[in-house]
């Protein structure tokens, strides 16, 4: 099968690494195929920057319907994720969401530990229904372009902040796209499960599809059609027209 790991900033080295950890997490047959943005911010860190993103990563997605069986958006705040559920073929799913999920069903309370401002994620949580098994958010005083930078430091502070965060949580979601693949390497110094959004999504995305689950054919999520617009890439507008 054909995953489709679509970054949602146009920073080539996330995508890499998100790249990079979906295929150490795929299964034998598994073809992971990474994209990039063609236009929008180079690291999403504002509510400015994820909206841009959300029409980025829309198109870039676009460019691909009919030629994966999967989408993982390798993007910690789970970018247009229902608007890309509506609009794909196939099924879509967000790194943070699979994880989180996932942390259910080790049991008890998980945790999400991220980069830079909590709050986001706090809402992240909530909106996908989560907030009462989500037992704390932590972010840490790292920037993305720092985790890449310096991924030994980073493993650091992850870490100290997961050893701190287990008094309260029974697992440990590592929020952010910079920090994909970084729990592999951790998961046996860390006093609970730290949880990798792509590993979890990538598993996750090749059980839904050995499922055959059909696409919805009528509700808010079924595929557009008849809408019309300007200025779209061909491939987002045809998607649009249906």
Do not use: W
């Amino acid at each position: 099968m054909r995953i489709l790991v679509a970054n949602a900033n146009t920073t080539e080295a996330i995508t890499q690494a998100c790249v990079a950890a979906a295929r150490a997490a795929a299964a034998p047959g598994t073809q992971i195929i990474g994209a990039t943005p063609g236009f929008g911010p180079a690291v999403i860190s504002t509510r400015v920057e994820n909206a841009i993103a959300a029409h980025a990563l829309l198109a870039t997605l676009a460019e691909h319907a009919g030629a994966v069986e999967a989408v993982v958006l390798a993007v910690s705040h789970d970018t247009a994720l229902d608007a890309a559920r509506q609009m794909m073929p196939c099924p879509v799913l967000g790194m943070t969401e699979a994880a989180c999920l996932t942390a259910c069903l080790l049991g008890g309370s998980f945790g999400v530990l991220t980069l830079g401002q909590a709050r986001p994620y706090e809402e992240l949580v909530a909106r996908h229904g989560l907030a009462a098994r989500c037992a704390e958010v932590v972010g840490l005083p790292l920037t993305p372009q720092q985790a890449i930078a310096d991924p030994d430091g980073a493993a650091a502070q992850v870490l100290a902040a997961a050893e701190a965060m287990a008094a309260r949580c029974d697992s440990v979601v590592l929020g952010g796209a910079a920090l994909a693949g970084l729990a592999a390497g951790l998961q046996a110094r860390s006093p609970v499960p730290l949880l990798d959004g792509i590993a979890c999504a990538v598993t996750l995305a090749e059980a839904m599809v050995r499922m055959r689950l059909p696409k919805p054919r009528a509700g808010s999520y079924a595929a557009p059609q008849g809408r019309e617009a300007i200025g779209l890439s061909p491939a987002l507008a045809a998607l649009l027209r249906g």
